[in-house]
């Protein structure tokens, strides 16, 4: 729960809201990570020193059910002359470590991510007549931070959230979410590490699914370029009816089909409903080649693979020359992950030797035949995942949401895949990789163009290709919300 005041006091004390010109008495009352990203919303708002806050009544540290301590909101007066809207800012206070005491956030030195190493912002527009900011974005920055704070990945610039549902519960087609950097809030040095700030944007369906198929950077590009779709301040508007491609038709075929044509997708993975039974042995032998989805006491993947199937879907969309499955100890300057140089081949392969070499409890099995599941939703998928990523080189995994299993796509030219052309099957324990030859590529992508309009066809949906001793099947939700998955 949450209740909506001034800010006069984020702690037990009542004096003003510090920042840079706090007198030193108050600002001693505040929290150290609290004062300093006090300070920077009083750069960008001098004449708003108290802005209407949603504040947790009961803090997270204490056993409530919110993350974010704070969500300040502000009124941005926006550029008429730039074509920026009048609208509502919101700004977050508890990802990033505002205590420095571990109550929250372990310390781990000034020079590194304070906590996860950045907070939320959001910018509503303002409806005419409206006076007082809404407070749903609180609670949706709330669900975004629920979400970070449960599976401990943290999110990029670039990333989406698919959301499937209107963000303020209203009938609006903006039902998604892209994150970006914010355009006016610029990074902050706190006693307990550095903290960036992350704007969500809201986008329609449409958007969403071209994000995953080209890459997000490329979509909020596009975003900026529309006034009405968010312009440069990437401002969401609820009420827009319209997605960027019905306002501007050009923009699918010469921006983004060109793009992923040149590109690929850079959507790296997904959390999903999944599960894959290995085919290659009866299933009452379940010591080797048991059912992934069967079964009281599943496997579980190893730390080390789960550090790094997560690193992938923390990064979700990047940089479409970068290897996308970074080392799992990645070197982090500014709280920020820096990979490698670019390269042309994509690698799963770490800047340490010992990074992927699997754990010596768990041994690597090379199976014969595999069967994979997937809902509607992460079914639609595949035909992304082949053209996208595997026809460029890359690969893309399935980490499941009802289960410790996953399941990488890699193509022939991925380095240090424990899949390879001789043995294309191979489980890592409860980690199933699958290689896949350009020309077998070719061969799905035909077979499975249905998928790409799902509303077309009727579930259960099953394709097969017996002579590469694989099945995929599309099913219904409900399988994967049994017990058994």
């Known amino acids: 729960m949450a209740e909506l005041r001034p800010s006069v006091a984020p702690g037990p004390a009542a004096p003003p809201a ?5 007198p030193p008495a108050f600002a001693s009352l505040f929290p150290p990570g609290l004062h300093a990203i006090y300070g920077e919303c009083r750069r960008l708002y001098p004449d708003q020193p108290n802005p209407l806050q949603v504040t947790a009544i009961v803090k997270y540290w ?88 449960q599976s401990e990945n943290t999110f990029c610039s670039g990333d989406h959230v698919s959301w499937h549902s209107p963000l303020d519960n209203s009938e609006s087609r903006i039902q998604h979410m892209l994150l970006t950097e914010d355009p006016q809030m610029q990074p902050v040095q706190t006693p307990f590490g550095v903290v960036t700030f992350l704007q969500i944007v809201g986008v329609c369906t449409e958007e969403l699914h071209s994000a995953q198929q080209w890459n997000g950077q490329g979509i909020l590009e596009l975003l900026r370029t529309v006034p009405v ?23 699918q075929q010469e921006r983004v089909d060109k793009g992923i044509e040149t590109d690929g997708s850079n959507l790296s993975g997904v959390s999903a409903k999944c599960a894959w039974d290995d085919l290659s042995r009866p ?15 599943p496997r579980r993947l ?44 994509d690698s799963l392969e770490s800047d340490s030797s010992t990074a992927i070499i699997p754990h010596e409890l768990i041994r690597t099995r090379q199976l014969e035949s595999v069967h994979l599941k997937f809902n509607q939703e992460s079914g639609a998928l595949i035909p992304l995942c082949l053209r996208g990523r595997l026809l460029h080189g890359r690969h893309f995994t399935y980490k499941s949401i009802t289960g410790d299993m996953a399941i990488t796509f890699v193509s022939t030219g991925v380095e240090g895949a424990f899949a390879t052309e001789e043995h294309p099957y191979a489980a890592h324990g409860p980690w199933l990789q699958i290689l896949l030859t350009e ?30 001793k694989l099945k995929v099947s599309i099913l219904p939700d409900v399988v ?6």
């Open 229 to 251: 779709a968010g312009g440069p301040w990437l401002i969401t508007d609820m009420r827009r009816g319209e997605t960027i491609f019905e306002i501007d038709p050009h923009l």
């Open 439 to 468: 020309e077998f590529v070719e061969k799905m992508l035909e077979d499975l163009e249905e998928l790409t309009s799902p509303e077309e066809f009727k579930l259960p949906k099953e394709y097969s290709w017996p002579e590469k």
């Open 18 to 22: 510090p920042g840079p010109s706090a």
């Open 62 to 149: 204490l056993g409530g059910p919110d993350p974010l301590d704070y969500v300040s909101m502000y009124r941005n007066m926006g550029s008429p002359s730039a074509n920026i809207p009048e609208h509502w800012h919101y700004i977050s206070f508890g990802l990033s470590d505002l205590y420095g005491d571990s109550r929250v956030h372990e310390f781990t030195g000034t020079d590194g991510p304070s906590g996860f190493g950045f907070e939320l912002t959001f910018r509503l527009k303002r409806e005419t007549g409206e006076s007082a900011p809404p407070t749903w974005p609180a609670e949706l920055m709330q669900g975004l931070a629920r979400y970070v704070f």
């Open 302 to 345: 190893s730390g080390k693979d789960t550090e790094q199937i997560r690193e992938t879907l923390r990064r979700g969309l990047e940089i479409n020359s970068k290897p996308v499955l970074p080392p799992i100890n990645p070197q982090r300057q500014n709280g920020l992950t820096h990979d490698r140089p670019p390269s042309r081949k």
């Open 283 to 297: 299933p009452e032998d379940d010591e080797d080649s048991r059912s992934i989805c069967v079964g009281t006491q």
């Open 480 to 485: 994967f919300d049994s017990p058994l998955h």
